[in-house]
């Protein structure tokens, strides 16, 4: 077995089984944890929870006015970073027929020009981010292993992805392996890190704007 045939077989099979049970242990666990009951009286005129819930999250969706200055940059390069990503992995006509494969969807994808375009400033996002963190005193403060790898494992695959298909570096089976590899171990790393959040935010923002709703909280 060679190293392209290794990183899409056992290892990316591996990594898929990995991301799937731990992002559900991660969610159930957190459901069946006990909850505290809220002992604060219900605000007359409260809406239902589920809409509270909608309101928090789009409230938290951009700074209030006081901080937005401050974190302007912050806020718009996560825009940048996320939605990047989002189009990389949905966009890419080889990414299409992967995920077609494994759930039998399909959609039209981009032009490989284009999405290029967006790994190279999802990239730039990325190593902005990195910067930041290791240049501001405060979150380098409070950064930890978590932090980095995350960091790490995320621009991993956009930039084994763009060798790949630039074909820089080495034969493209080599290419394309390594960044198989790189997505098995983001695949792996997710459920137990910071990338979590990624399916965590709906839950402590949608909670969060339910005890909003529920005491009063003007958003």
């Given at each position: 077995?060679?190293?392209?045939?290794?990183?899409?077989?056992?290892?990316?099979?591996?990594?898929?089984?990995?991301?799937a049970f731990g992002v559900?242990?991660?969610?159930?666990?957190?459901?069946?944890?006990?909850?505290?009951?809220?002992?604060?009286?219900?605000?007359?005129?409260?809406?239902?929870?589920?809409?509270?819930?909608?309101?928090?999250f789009a409230r938290h969706l951009w700074p209030r006015k006081p901080f937005a200055r401050a974190a302007m940059?912050?806020?718009?390069?996560?825009?940048?970073?996320?939605?990047?990503l989002a189009i990389v992995f949905f966009g890419l006509a080889q990414h299409?027929?992967?995920?077609?494969?494994?759930?039998?969807?399909?959609?039209?994808?981009?032009?490989?020009?284009?999405?290029?375009?967006?790994?190279v400033v999802t990239l730039g996002s990325l190593a902005l981010a990195l910067a930041r963190r290791l240049t501001d005193p405060v979150l380098r403060l409070i950064s930890t292993f978590n932090d980095y790898f995350s960091w790490l494992v995320t621009?991993?695959?956009?930039?084994?992805?763009?060798?790949?298909?630039?074909?820089?570096?080495a034969p493209y089976p080599t290419l394309l392996a390594v960044h198989l590899l790189s997505v098995s171990l983001l695949l792996i790393w997710f459920p137990f890190g910071k990338l979590m959040h990624s399916?965590?935010?709906?839950?402590?923002?949608?909670?969060?704007?339910?005890?909003?709703?529920?005491?009063?909280v003007v958003l």
């Open positions: 077995m060679d190293l392209l045939d290794f990183a899409r077989g056992p290892a990316l099979t591996t990594a898929l089984s990995v991301f559900a242990w991660r969610l159930v666990s957190l459901w069946l944890l006990p909850w505290a009951r809220d002992p604060s009286a219900r605000r007359e005129g409260a809406r239902p929870a589920w809409i509270g819930a909608v309101r928090g940059v912050t806020t718009v390069n996560g825009y940048v970073m996320h939605f990047g299409i027929l992967f995920l077609r494969g494994l759930f039998g969807l399909a959609w039209p994808n981009l032009p490989s020009g284009l999405i290029s375009g967006v790994a621009f991993l695959p956009i930039a084994t992805g763009l060798l790949a298909v630039s074909h820089l570096g399916f965590l935010i709906f839950v402590t923002r949608g909670e969060t704007g339910i005890t909003y709703n529920r005491r009063g």
